[in-house]
Structures are given as structure tokens and as C-alpha cells.
């Protein structure tokens, strides 16, 4: 597998940019409902400065969500591991009309087919929050194995512990994935 790098990927109207400072200001304006921040691992950003700072300190390579050509939310590749040629999506948020929209389907189908296609990977790594009922049913649609759940894994952002219930895709697996994707959105 090769390593991610920053890219530009696209289809109809979604297109993800490598997040640059030029995004902020939108992402900032996407970022204030505190819905979309309830399962991340950070709380809502306050100020401009402090989703700069998110951008600068990010875990992963991070991508702004860019649709109809504003930017509305951002997603990661993280923790690769070329030893086994893994790699894992995570760090997803979009503004909340967004949600349940053709939006993370996309995202998702322009992930997985840049990893399995692109990079090589042959194992995709999706964890969420256990309880984060409305992400694993969107995880499961995506034909993501469940591998189960991680206990006591990590803090959420007001303090408590979570569950991360972790789900994956293998290579062989991807291209009954990517059609089923590919159906969704409507070819």
C-alpha cells in the first residue's frame, strides 16, 4: 500500500479538497450546531482559531466536505498501517442538513475506491461510538463487516468513557461494496 497523501477526489456534487486554512471559515460556519459534535472525540469548536488549531493538530490527513461548492463538514484517512496495508476512515462530520443526504454515501465511495483502488489497501477500518446508533446503521449499509466493539477505548469529549463499536471493509470485498454504493447514488 502506498502512503496517503492529499488529493483532490470528486463526484457529482461532492468533491473532497485536502483541508486547507482557506476552509475554515466555512467549516466554522458548518461546525456550530452541537449535534454534528456529539460523538467526536473533541468538543464543538468555539472560535475560528480553535477549528484552525483542529486543522493544524489533526491525527490523520484530513479533507474538507466540500458540496455545491461550500465547504459543509470534513473526513479523514487515519492510522495507516502499511505492514498490513490498512488504513481507516474516521473524523466524519457534516452540517446536519447534510445528513441522511447522498453526502456521506459519497464521501465514502470516493474513500474506499481512492484506498482499494489507488493505494492498494486491503483492509478499511470505520469505528464509531457504540452508542452512535445513526452512524453504525450508516457504516453497516456501506457492507462494512462488524468486528466488534472496544471496551472502556476512549474518552468522548465531555469527559465519559466510550465503546468503540470498530466495523471493516476487506479488498475482496470492495467491489460488491462499490456497486452497491455506486446503485445508491444512482450510477
Given at each position: 500500500?502506498?502512503?496517503?497523501?492529499?488529493?483532490?477526489?470528486?463526484?457529482?456534487?461532492?468533491?473532497?479538497?485536502?483541508?486547507?486554512?482557506?476552509?475554515?471559515?466555512?467549516?466554522?460556519?458548518?461546525?456550530?450546531?452541537?449535534?454534528?459534535?456529539?460523538?467526536?472525540?473533541?468538543?464543538?469548536?468555539?472560535?475560528?482559531?480553535?477549528?484552525?488549531?483542529?486543522?493544524?493538530?489533526?491525527?490523520?490527513?484530513?479533507?474538507?466536505?466540500?458540496?455545491?461548492?461550500?465547504?459543509?463538514?470534513?473526513?479523514?484517512?487515519?492510522?495507516?498501517?502499511?505492514?498490513?496495508?490498512?488504513?481507516?476512515?474516521?473524523?466524519?462530520?457534516?452540517?446536519?442538513?447534510l445528513?441522511?443526504?447522498?453526502?456521506?454515501?459519497?464521501?465514502?465511495?470516493?474513500?474506499?475506491?481512492?484506498?482499494?483502488?489507488?493505494?492498494?489497501?486491503?483492509?478499511?477500518?470505520?469505528?464509531?461510538?457504540?452508542?452512535?446508533?445513526?452512524?453504525?446503521?450508516?457504516?453497516?449499509?456501506?457492507?462494512?463487516?462488524?468486528?466488534?466493539?472496544?471496551?472502556?477505548?476512549?474518552?468522548?469529549?465531555d469527559?465519559?468513557?466510550?465503546?468503540s463499536?470498530?466495523?471493516?471493509?476487506?479488498?475482496?470485498?470492495?467491489?460488491?461494496?462499490?456497486?452497491?454504493?455506486?446503485?445508491?447514488?444512482?450510477g
Open positions: 500500500m502506498r502512503v496517503p497523501e492529499p488529493v483532490l477526489l470528486g463526484h457529482g456534487r461532492v468533491r473532497l479538497e485536502p483541508w486547507e486554512p482557506r476552509h475554515d471559515a466555512e467549516l466554522f460556519a458548518a461546525a456550530q450546531d452541537d449535534g454534528v459534535w456529539t460523538w467526536l472525540p473533541v468538543p464543538r469548536p468555539r472560535t475560528l482559531e480553535e477549528l484552525s488549531r483542529l486543522r493544524e493538530t489533526h491525527p490523520g490527513l484530513p479533507w474538507a466536505v466540500v458540496v455545491d461548492g461550500v465547504a459543509a463538514g470534513s473526513t479523514s484517512y487515519l492510522d495507516a498501517d502499511l505492514a498490513v496495508e490498512g488504513l481507516e476512515i474516521g473524523w466524519t462530520w457534516y452540517r446536519r442538513d445528513w441522511a443526504s447522498d453526502v456521506n454515501p459519497t464521501c465514502k465511495l470516493l474513500l474506499l475506491q481512492h484506498a482499494f483502488e489507488d493505494l492498494g489497501a486491503q483492509r478499511m477500518t470505520l469505528k464509531t461510538d457504540a452508542l452512535n446508533s445513526r452512524s453504525r446503521a450508516a457504516i453497516s449499509k456501506l457492507g462494512c463487516a462488524y468486528d466488534g466493539t472496544l471496551r472502556h477505548h476512549r474518552l468522548r469529549a469527559g465519559s468513557v466510550r465503546d463499536a470498530y466495523f471493516s471493509l476487506l479488498a475482496a470485498e470492495w467491489p460488491p461494496a462499490r456497486a452497491r454504493l455506486q446503485a445508491r447514488l444512482g
